[in-house]
Every structure is written in structure tokens, then in C-alpha cells.
């Protein structure tokens, strides 16, 4: 049911930069609505990333970051860690009365 | 700090209804900035939003799960439940409850850690 979609998969050595896109259309991402970013350790429960299309909740690291523009959305990570090995989560809302999440990603760090 | 926790069976039959309560701790359900809402996700796959209710009773449910879903606040317990009716193997998932906070543009800031809900006769 996933209206976003997301890359299946990501990887990158400790400290490079990765980004993961998240593409949707003129009923989600593009009508304007606001795009948040979860991780999900393995595991676990999600944990809110990024919220407002790019900012932080307090304790997250400023080496995530997220951006925004038309029907798609990207996050960032710059000095990856081993402990950002996860999947990752876009979300919007689209306009068919439904809160919509990405396919979801998987981090690799080689 | 705000808490979440779900609880129920961890076994329905097919056909049957699936119920689960998600207790709020650390802070009132009762607050206006907030809406408090179900997501699944069946193993392996990604996530599915399934409703959110305001502490007044207000509702929202995925379209796609609208006919067979019911989600109810008690406000004097501070607690939220959910009620999926007709089930089958399809709603085998982790269930989680979580806050939308609008202070965070209608992000889900706070999650509870699931409870598995496996679908078997």
C-alpha cells in the first residue's frame, strides 16, 4: 500500500555520506505536506529521525539531516556510524485521508 | 517521560476480533497537541498506519481498513484501544501504538515498543 517509495537498500563505508530518497507525488509529498524520516534498529520500535521535512527532535545528531523539494524528499547521513545500520522510514500524508509511510530502506555500513 | 505500552492477546483465531489497549504513562492523553494512533507492520515489510483518535473521541482510520476498524479513548484510565474485526492471516503484524505530536508538524514523535499479534487457527 506504500506510496512512497524508497531504494531497497543504501551502504557506505564508516564516514562517508549517504542519502536515501523518498519519492511520492502531487497527493502527498507534492500537495505540500510536511515529510518525517524514522530509523528503525533491528529489532525495535521506530524512533522519530527528522519531522517538519528537516528538522531535528533534541538528541538527534546533526550528521542526519533531511530536505525536501516537489513530489520528493532525501535524507542524509554524513560521517556514517556502524550504530546507523537500520531501516529507515519516510512519511507524509496524502490526500486520500491516509497518513502514507515509504517502502522503507536498509543502511548498510561496509 | 511519556511512556507508551500495548497489551493483548498475542494469538487471534481467523475470522475473530483482534483487540489491543495502549496505556499512556508519564503524561496525560487529555493534552491538546496530541493525537494518538496504531500502526502495523507485518514481519518483514514496512509500516501501514491503521487510525489515530483525539482524547474527545474524534477518529481517523485508513481507508482501507476503515470498515473493520474502531478505536476508542478512555480518558479516566488513560488508555486507547483498538478493535480490527474480521481477521486474517494478512493482519499477522507487529502493532504499534504512537503519539502524533502537532508541535512536531503531525510527526509520530513517541512510539511504544509493538506487541507481535500473529493470526492462526
Known amino acids: 500500500q506504500s506510496v512512497l517509495t524508497q531504494p531497497p537498500s543504501v551502504s557506505g563505508a564508516p564516514g562517508q555520506r549517504v542519502t536515501i530518497s523518498c519519492t511520492g507525488s502531487?497527493?502527498?509529498?507534492?500537495?505540500?505536506?510536511?515529510v518525517h524520516w524514522y530509523q528503525q534498529l533491528p529489532g525495535t520500535a521506530p524512533k522519530l529521525l527528522i519531522y517538519?521535512?528537516?528538522n531535528r527532535p533534541s538528541g538527534v545528531p546533526d550528521r542526519f539531516s533531511g530536505s525536501k523539494s516537489g513530489t520528493s524528499a532525501s535524507l542524509a547521513i554524513t560521517g556514517l556510524q556502524a550504530e546507523d545500520e537500520a531501516d529507515y522510514y519516510c512519511?507524509?500524508?496524502?490526500?486520500?485521508?491516509?497518513?502514507?509511510f515509504g517502502t522503507g530502506t536498509k543502511v548498510t555500513v561496509l | 517521560q511519556l511512556q507508551l505500552q500495548e497489551s493483548g492477546p498475542g494469538l487471534v483465531k481467523p475470522s475473530e476480533t483482534l483487540s489491543l489497549t495502549c496505556t499512556v504513562s508519564g503524561g496525560s492523553i487529555s493534552s491538546s497537541s496530541y493525537y494518538w494512533g496504531w500502526i502495523r507492520q507485518p514481519p518483514g515489510k514496512g509500516l501501514e498506519w491503521i487510525g489515530s483518535?483525539?482524547?474527545?473521541?474524534?477518529?481517523y482510520y485508513n481507508p482501507s481498513l476503515k470498515s473493520r476498524v474502531t478505536i476508542s479513548v478512555d480518558t479516566s484510565k488513560n488508555q486507547f484501544s483498538l478493535k480490527l474485526s474480521s481477521v486474517t492471516a494478512a493482519d499477522t503484524a507487529v502493532y504499534y501504538c504512537?503519539?502524533?505530536?502537532?508541535?512536531?508538524?503531525?510527526?509520530?514523535?513517541?512510539w511504544g515498543q509493538g506487541t507481535m499479534v500473529t493470526v492462526s487457527s
Open positions: 517538519g521535512n528537516s
Open positions: 504512537a503519539r502524533r505530536s502537532a508541535p512536531k508538524d503531525d510527526a509520530f514523535d513517541i
Open positions: 502531487s497527493s502527498n509529498i507534492g500537495a505540500g505536506y510536511d
Open positions: 483518535i483525539y482524547y474527545s473521541g474524534s477518529t
Open positions: 512519511q507524509s500524508y496524502d490526500s486520500s485521508l491516509s497518513y502514507v
